[in-house]
């Protein structure tokens, strides 16, 4: 066959990571769309679906992706964010932070500006990542959470006409 691409298992982390959290997300709900265009902070993107219409109400997504690390003794799954990326997720409304871990077939979830209040409160200027430790999981529960916060936030913007 002579010399071929290897396959790299970030990329098939990737992979399994947003076939995941499609499995879960509901399509009656959203719409999971992949971005595309460079990878800056943003892996994915959700669309709000309200009575059978697209909305155009979104949140952006940063997902990542786990091997070989379970739960602390606290109950947390504590992961490495960078904040830069935080920062960048910022700049949206209602954007969420996701972490598949494969060794639980678990996603875990913050809201970014949960994370980003976190930052503030206890890291140093100049420090690069932060040690957020996760414990919500993405479920049916949550998912109506997060369908619902998204639509007030996004009422909330339309009713202050600031949009």
């Known amino acids: 066959m002579g010399i071929l691409p290897q396959v790299y298992s970030t990329h098939q982390q990737e992979t399994d990571s947003f076939r995941k959290i499609e499995s879960i997300i509901p399509s009656e709900k959203f719409i999971l769309r992949k971005e595309s265009g460079g990878d800056y902070g943003v892996d994915c993107i959700l669309e709000i679906i309200e009575d059978g219409f697209a909305t155009n109400i979104r949140s952006h997504i940063q997902l990542k992706s786990k091997q070989n690390q379970f739960l602390d003794s606290d109950g947390y799954f504590k992961y490495s964010v960078p904040i830069k990326t935080i920062n960048y997720l910022s700049n949206t409304l209602s954007s969420i932070f996701l972490i598949y871990s494969e060794s639980e077939d678990v996603v875990y979830w913050e809201w970014?500006?949960?994370?980003?209040?976190?930052?503030?409160?206890?890291?140093?200027?100049?420090t690069k990542s932060f040690k957020y430790a996760f414990y919500?999981?993405?479920?049916?529960?949550?998912?109506?959470?997060?369908?619902l916060t998204i639509k007030n936030k996004n009422e909330i913007i339309i009713n202050l006409g600031l949009n």
């Open 112 to 126: 970014n500006s949960v994370i980003l209040e976190k930052i503030n409160q206890s890291t140093k200027t100049g």
């Open 136 to 147: 919500k999981t993405l479920d049916d529960k949550s998912i109506d959470e997060i369908y």
